[in-house]
C-alpha cells in the first residue's frame, strides 16, 4: 500500500521567512504533487514532479527519488501563502489515483 | 477554460435520503477521480475512471455508494441510504492520462447529513 508522510503538521511563521515543508513516500510511489488548499476548500495543484527541481514564482519543489523525498520551499513568505499544503503520491504517470499526506497548516503571520 | 465543475457546491439533506454529486470534467480529460476529504480522516481515493471505466473502486467505504461515468463529459457519486458519517468534502478530479500531467480539481460539494 503506498503511504506519504508529511511533516510539520503545523507550521507559523512570521512574515518574509523561509519556509519548508518535507514529504516523504513509499516505494511504488513514482511521482507527487504538491497541493495547496486555502480555508475556502478549492485544492490547487502547485507542482507535479518525479524528478529534480521546479520552481514557480516564490514557490520551490524538489524531489530526490534515491531518498524518496521531496521538499516544498517558500521564499520571503507572505500572509497569503496561508494555506494547507498537501503532499500526494502518484503510482503510475497522472492516472492512478492519489494517496495523500495529511497536510501542513501553515500560517504566515504580518 | 473551464475548470472542473462540480454540483451541487453544498447539500444538506436528512439521513436516509438519496444524494447525488455530480461532476463533469475537464473537455479532453480521460481519467477522472472522487476524493473525500474529512477532518478524521483527511483526503481520500473513492474511485477513478479511465476512458469512463471505473479502474479502481477500492475506496468505497461500502455499498451504500456508487458511481457512474455514462459518457466522457459526466459522472455521478450517489449515496444510498446516506448517514451523519457521510458528511464530507467531496472532490471530482480530472486528467489527461499522460506521464507529468497533473490533476485538476473541482471546487468541491460540502455534503451535510442530518
Known amino acids: 500500500k503506498n503511504e506519504v508522510e508529511q511533516s510539520p503538521q503545523n507550521l507559523t511563521a512570521q512574515e518574509g521567512e523561509f519556509i519548508t515543508i518535507n514529504c516523504s513516500y513509499s516505494?511504488?510511489?513514482?511521482?507527487l504533487h504538491w497541493l495547496q488548499q486555502h480555508p475556502g476548500g478549492g485544492i490547487v495543484s502547485l507542482f507535479m514532479?518525479?524528478?529534480g527541481k521546479k520552481k514557480h514564482g516564490r514557490l520551490i519543489a524538489t524531489i530526490n527519488i534515491q531518498e524518496k523525498h521531496s521538499s516544498l520551499h517558500i521564499t520571503a513568505s507572505h500572509p497569503r501563502d496561508s494555506a494547507v499544503y498537501i503532499c500526494?503520491?502518484?503510482?503510475?504517470?497522472?492516472?492512478?489515483?492519489?494517496?495523500f499526506g495529511k497536510g501542513t497548516h501553515l500560517i504566515i503571520q504580518p | 477554460d473551464a475548470g472542473v465543475i462540480q454540483s451541487p457546491r453544498h447539500e444538506v439533506t436528512e439521513m436516509g435520503q438519496e444524494v447525488t454529486l455530480r461532476c463533469k470534467p475537464i473537455?479532453?480529460?480521460?481519467?477522472l477521480f472522487w476524493y473525500r476529504q474529512t477532518m478524521m480522516r483527511g483526503l481520500e481515493l473513492l474511485i477513478y475512471?479511465?476512458?469512463?471505466?471505473?479502474?479502481?473502486d477500492s475506496g468505497m467505504p461500502e455499498d451504500r455508494f456508487s458511481a457512474k461515468m455514462p459518457n466522457a463529459s459526466f459522472s455521478t457519486l450517489k449515496i444510498q441510504p446516506s448517514e451523519p458519517r457521510d458528511s464530507a468534502v467531496y472532490f471530482c478530479?480530472?486528467?489527461?492520462?499522460?506521464?507529468?500531467?497533473?490533476?485538476?480539481f473541482g471546487d468541491g460539494t460540502r455534503l451535510s447529513i442530518l
Open positions: 478530479a480530472s486528467t489527461l492520462d499522460r506521464v507529468g500531467q497533473p490533476q485538476h
Open positions: 516505494v511504488g510511489i513514482s511521482a
Open positions: 475512471f479511465n476512458n469512463n471505466v471505473p479502474i479502481d
Open positions: 473537455s479532453g480529460h480521460n481519467s
Open positions: 500526494a503520491g502518484i503510482s503510475r504517470g497522472g492516472a492512478d489515483g492519489l494517496t
Open positions: 514532479l518525479s524528478s
